[in-house]
């Protein structure tokens, strides 16, 4: 049994609004949205952080990074711009210890972040 939110997601334990999938990831609309499009890409196996799925061996980032490219261009944002963020560790913030990237669009991206 898993106490990890994002995996209750994987198995449909946890309703989630499903955007995207593959053999190996998921990609579902964030509860808090920061932008008008705000999905979350994860892969289905549990890897805490970004540190830990950039050490994963079998190209299962890049299925990541790809399946976040693939949303942005489904959302339409992809020619417009869109920013794609992994918050890693407390001080950045990381409030779900289940690796996934924030997948962000729809409106102008300030800089620096927050
Ligand atoms: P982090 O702060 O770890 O980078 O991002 C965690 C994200 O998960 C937050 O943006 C938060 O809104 C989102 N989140 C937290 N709980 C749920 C949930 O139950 N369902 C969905 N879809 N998103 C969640
Ligand atoms: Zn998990």
Request: aromatic share 8%.
């Given at each position: 049994?898993?106490?990890?939110?994002?995996?209750?997601?994987?198995?449909?334990?946890?309703?989630?609004?499903?955007?995207?999938?593959?053999?190996?990831?998921?990609?579902?609309?964030?509860?808090?949205?920061?932008?008008?499009?705000?999905?979350?890409?994860?892969?289905?196996?549990?890897?805490?952080d970004?540190a830990?799925?950039?050490?994963?061996?079998?190209?299962?980032?890049?299925?990541?990074?790809?399946?976040?490219?693939?949303?942005?261009?489904?959302?339409?944002?992809?020619?417009?711009?869109?920013?794609?963020?992994?918050?890693?560790?407390?001080?950045?913030?990381?409030?779900?210890?289940?690796?996934?990237?924030?997948?962000?669009?729809?409106?102008?991206?300030?800089?620096?972040?927050?």
């Amino acid at each position: 049994m898993t106490e990890c939110l994002f995996c209750k997601i994987v198995t449909g334990e946890i309703p989630a609004a499903q955007v995207m999938e593959s053999d190996r990831t998921l990609a579902f609309r964030d509860i808090n949205p920061q932008a008008p499009t705000h999905v979350l890409v994860i892969p289905k196996d549990h890897y805490p952080d970004f540190a830990s799925l950039a050490g994963a061996a079998d190209g299962l980032l890049t299925e990541v990074a790809g399946q976040a490219h693939a949303v942005a261009q489904a959302e339409g944002i992809a020619a417009s711009g869109y920013r794609v963020v992994f918050n890693t560790g407390p001080a950045a913030g990381q409030t779900v210890f289940h690796a996934h990237a924030h997948v962000l669009g729809g409106r102008a991206m300030t800089w620096p972040p927050g």
